[in-house]
């Protein structure tokens, strides 16, 4: 057995005092004490190794796609770039690094169904289950069976099933976990073998509604006209998609909105006594579409989405978002919460 620790010249592709620059769609600055991008398994057991022997914490990052860096990461950050699909009938066992909308491209042209409302959503796949990623009525937990983490506080893989999860609206038990205890390796998938359309979203069914007969397909081209129409493109406008999650209300806040005026549109959920209230409708009632605080704003379409106009730092954004969701806590007294990791 090597007792020796490992030194950061051990071992290969470890950058040290690197910029993080390009590994969030923010696009902003920070720098990360070591980083590397793993593609084996045994250079992420490895990685670990280093990070325990120097007494460093982990940062796990995919694409960067939901996260906003307001600081240096003193320790190590893992770019996390295992690949692989296997496949056993409609089940899909993936790797945590591959690409979130190649997937969705891969299951359609293996006739498997289900994850068509999900195209193109920026990412990797080990970090969807983090946050439920979920749009045009679907959510990713409904296809989820397993997922394979590492568990750094016992040192050991460990399987969650479906229910271990605990999935809900943009949450799991991994993103309620003290950051950097679980990596997430691989995930499971079930699929469906037949088409099973999920057409009940608003801009969607509208879409499609023009058709004769469905497909997936149909569905994958139509969202990903939608999106493509909606969303900045972070190539252009450095962004993380919705900043703030939806808030849920109970029936009473409701009804005292309603009573004061505010002709803010709800949505059901699973609990009768509890609604889903757009976030973007609140900001954009309380003006926020299009301002601009120095190198950082609110896209002009999207109340909901923070840009970064080409050199705002990760504080720059907070501010801002800081500055949005007070807005809205004294017009609304409602406390958004980010979607986005803020690290
Ligand atoms: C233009 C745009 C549109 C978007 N639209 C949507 C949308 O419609 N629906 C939606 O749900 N989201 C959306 N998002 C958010 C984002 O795409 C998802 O949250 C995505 O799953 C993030 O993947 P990532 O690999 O970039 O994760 P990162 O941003 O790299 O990481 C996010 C968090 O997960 C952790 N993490 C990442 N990978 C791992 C891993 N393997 N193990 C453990 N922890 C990990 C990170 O530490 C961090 O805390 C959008 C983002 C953008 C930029």
């Known amino acids: 057995m090597n007792t020796k620790p490992t030194n950061h010249a051990d071992i290969e592709g470890l950058v040290e005092d690197a910029s993080l620059q390009f590994f969030n769609t923010f696009g902003v600055e920070a720098r990360a004490k070591y980083l590397i991008q793993i593609t084996e398994i045994e250079e992420f057991r490895q990685a670990v190794e280093f990070a325990r022997d120097n007494f460093l914490e982990c940062l796990v990052i995919g694409e960067g796609s939901n996260l906003l860096f307001v600081h240096d990461y003193p320790g190590l950050v893992i ?3 295992l690949q ?7 089940l899909l066992r993936v790797a945590a690094g591959e690409n979130w909308h190649q997937l969705v491209e891969w299951t359609l042209s293996h006739g498997l169904y289900g994850l068509e409302n999900l195209a193109l959503i920026p990412g990797t796949v080990g970090a969807a289950p983090i946050q439920n990623i979920g749009a045009y009525g679907c959510e990713v937990e409904r296809f989820v069976e397993r997922v394979i983490v590492y568990d750094t506080q016992i040192a050991k893989e460990v399987t969650f099933n479906h229910d271990d999860c605990d999935f809900s609206y943009r949450d799991s038990v991994f993103k309620r976990a003290p950051r950097g205890r679980y990596v997430i390796l691989e995930v499971e998938l079930r699929l469906n073998s037949e088409e ?3 057409l009940d979203y608003e801009p969607l069914k509208a879409v499609v509604s023009k058709l004769d007969r469905v497909t997936a397909r149909d ?3 139509a969202v990903c006209r939608i999106r493509r129409k909606k969303l900045p493109d972070p190539k252009l406008f450095g962004n993380a998609g919705s900043f703030f999650k939806n808030p849920i209300v ?3 806040k409701l009804e005292a909105l309603k009573a004061q005026g505010f ?7 699973d609990d009768a006594e509890l609604f889903k209230l757009p976030a973007a409708w609140l900001l954009e009632a309380a003006g926020w579409k299009g301002r601009v605080r120095g190198q950082a704003a609110v896209h002009e379409s999207h109340a909901l989405v923070l840009i970064n106009l080409g050199k705002a730092s990760g504080e720059d954004v907070l501010l801002l978002a800081q ?3 007070n807005s809205v806590l004294q017009r609304f007294g ?7 990791q803020i690290i």
């Open 250 to 252: 109970s029936a009473q």
């Open 263 to 269: 002709d803010v549109p709800s949505y059901a959920t």
């Open 334 to 340: 409602i406390a958004l919460q980010p979607e986005v």
């Open 79 to 81: 770019v996390m770039k």
């Open 323 to 325: 500055e949005m969701s």
């Open 219 to 221: 569905v994958f081209d």
């Open 196 to 198: 099973q359309l999920l």
């Open 84 to 90: 692989g699909i296997a496949r056993e009938g409609s």
